[in-house]
């Protein structure tokens, strides 16, 4: 009989994990080409969870159709998705597993061909992403963002997910708004350091704003002084 401390519980806030086993977000390219879940999805999440892990982080998940950065991505931008992401909650549930989704959108990774809607630039490099069927976000954009990812969280509870990840990394969307690389911004959401972060301080705090007070929800760690990544915490 092992001792380790990865078989002993933790808790996160309200959620109690039955071991510290967490299975992170990868794609699978196992949805349905409008972003449902599939039975294909499920099945794949049911059997990590049936095997013991203690927490499955379901793969980037669009908040919005033109963030979709694959051929075969996820999503959560509507409401009808709800139906079938429930029915991978419960799959993983019914092993007393935990899952969490990772709350994303790929910026100037967008994926045209798949989203049928033009790349979302922070700010118009060239060389460094197309310019063809793309366009640079402006301040309506930006708010409109933050109220999809708040849907993408609302949509989340709805669905029976027992936390929620906001994908900070990778040089998605949010990591774009962050650099100094890729957000050349002279408004109020470029220049300083304190104005990059403007825009993903504001969508995390709204994203927290609109869960339960209890509920898991990681930040991406650059919010706390750290690299790219996430962190759990209130």
């Known amino acids: 009989m092992t001792s380790s401390v990865l078989f002993t519980p933790v808790g996160i806030n309200r959620m109690t994990l039955k071991n510290r086993i967490v299975m992170p977000a990868m794609a699978s390219y196992h949805a349905a080409v409008n972003g449902e879940a599939t039975e294909k999805l ?3 999440h049911e059997e990590r969870a049936k095997g013991g892990v203690g ?6 998940t669009y908040v919005a159709r033109s963030g979709n950065s694959f051929d075969l991505g996820l999503g959560i931008s509507d409401d009808f998705m709800i139906k ?9 549930h019914r092993h007393d597993g935990k899952i969490a989704i990772q709350l994303q959108h790929g910026g100037r990774f967008g994926n045209p061909p798949t989203s049928g809607c033009p790349r979302l630039l922070v700010s118009m490099i060239p060389g460094l992403a197309p310019t063809e069927n793309a366009r640079v976000m402006d301040a309506d954009d930006i708010e409109g963002m933050v109220e999809a990812y708040v849907q993408a969280a609302r949509r989340a509870v709805e669905a029976g997910f027992d936390a929620v990840e906001i994908h900070g990394a990778h040089g998605y969307l949010l990591e774009q708004a962050a650099s100094v690389f890729t957000n050349h911004r002279t408004d109020g959401y470029g220049g300083s350091l304190a104005k990059r972060l403007r825009f993903p301080t504001q969508l995390v705090h709204a994203v927290r704003a609109a869960v339960d007070e209890d509920f898991p929800h990681p930040l991406p760690r650059y919010l706390h002084g750290g690299r790219t990544g996430t962190a759990s915490t209130r």
């Open 42 to 44: 499920i099945r794949y």
């Open 55 to 60: 927490m499955n982080i379901v793969e980037a």
């Open 84 to 92: 079938g992401l429930s029915k991978l909650t419960d799959a993983v």
